[in-house]
């Protein structure tokens, strides 16, 4: 669609149809006006032709369930949206046979108004390119593209980014696939015991020839089901990788699997870059000691510059080892970011890994296990560009970390 979506809201109470009106203003959303039910309506609709058409049921609900059906025979491109106070399951069912295409209720929550029209267009638009016979109609991007970052190696980015996948899979959240974009060590095929076949840079060199039926052909798989893009057997096969190719791939596989895990070095590379601009959520890793919350102060900064969706990062404590120089609290306030989760010392994760099985699947009773499926489950049912974080926790306090921190 060309420019922003155009709405029409129709409701015979002037006071919500304006704050429902203010609402899309400023989520972008062109409304073209705002009108109550019947002929009114009706001959506004024809006339603006809207993409989409706001509509709200209320007792007794006739008027508007006539408008509705009316104006989906009028204007059978423009998707209807019944909004309504009445909660029962008759009510929806009503709006929906009169044709509207998704149903919600009082009190209206904008962002979930401004979700519900982004979906029935992309729907409708789907719908459109079937009918016109154009096979290719599945969302641009329908994955969540987790990154996985840490300042340090020998933090436990690897092992993350093993068991969340894993973790996935296991609460059925949908499919996942990891990534190695660590170009000095690569060994995400190896910690999972998976044969290199192909990898991330043979992807990247044939992109422009695959599609997302042919991308899966360069994919390794695990038992768990995990799918995985090694990284090259050699690490000088990198060097002619293009962040483009890899950029194109990331399209690729995110189209194809609902989660794409990137697993990346400690180091900023154009690959990173990439990596860390195509997350929707970036998992910021730190191990406890006082060299990785040093090294984090400043990957936070540079990270916090060159990206436009700061809230993005999430930052996870990992413990490693389970000697630890600093304390969590600490952690929080000397960074000044909400710990989202911090994952335990588990002495037999790397037990299990030499099996190539990720402690998630060999021990799922483990501590270290639960908190890789809430970090999942949290992920994959909660909005996380949205939460809490970049709480500002106040000045670092007193101690071996004040003292290191106090030119901030
Ligand atoms: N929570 C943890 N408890 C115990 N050992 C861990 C934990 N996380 C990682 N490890 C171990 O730390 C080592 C380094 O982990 P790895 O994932 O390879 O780090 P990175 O990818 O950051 O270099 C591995 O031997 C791994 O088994
Ligand atoms: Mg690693």
Sequence with gaps: MAGNPRILVVDQDFETRAEIQKGLVRAQFIVMGGVGYGAEALSLASELKPNVVLVGVEDPPSRALQTIESMSELLPDSPIIAYSSLTDSESARKAVVAGARDYLTKPLKMNEVVKAVQMALSQHERRRALLAGDSDTSPKSAGMIITIFGAKGGIGKTTTAINLASAFVAINAGSAVVVDMDTVFGDVAMMMDVPVEASLVDAADKVDEMDRESIGSCLGRHSSGVRVLPAPFEPTDWRNVSPDGVEKVLTLLAQTHDFVILDCPA????????????????????????????????????LSNGMNNEEKIKLVINRPTNVNSVGEDDVSKVLRREVVWSVPHDAEISASLQLGTPVVIDRPLSAVSETIREMAAMLAGVEVTHGGNGRDTGPAETGILSRLFKRE
């Excluded at 406890?288 to 919350?293: A, R």
Aim: glycine share 0%; no cysteine.
């Design 267 to 302: 180091t900023f590379t154009d690959l990173v870059a990439v990596a860390l601009d195509r997350a929707n959520v970036v998992l910021l890793l730190t191990s406890l000691d006082i060299t990785s919350i040093k090294d984090t102060t400043t990957a936070l900064k540079l």
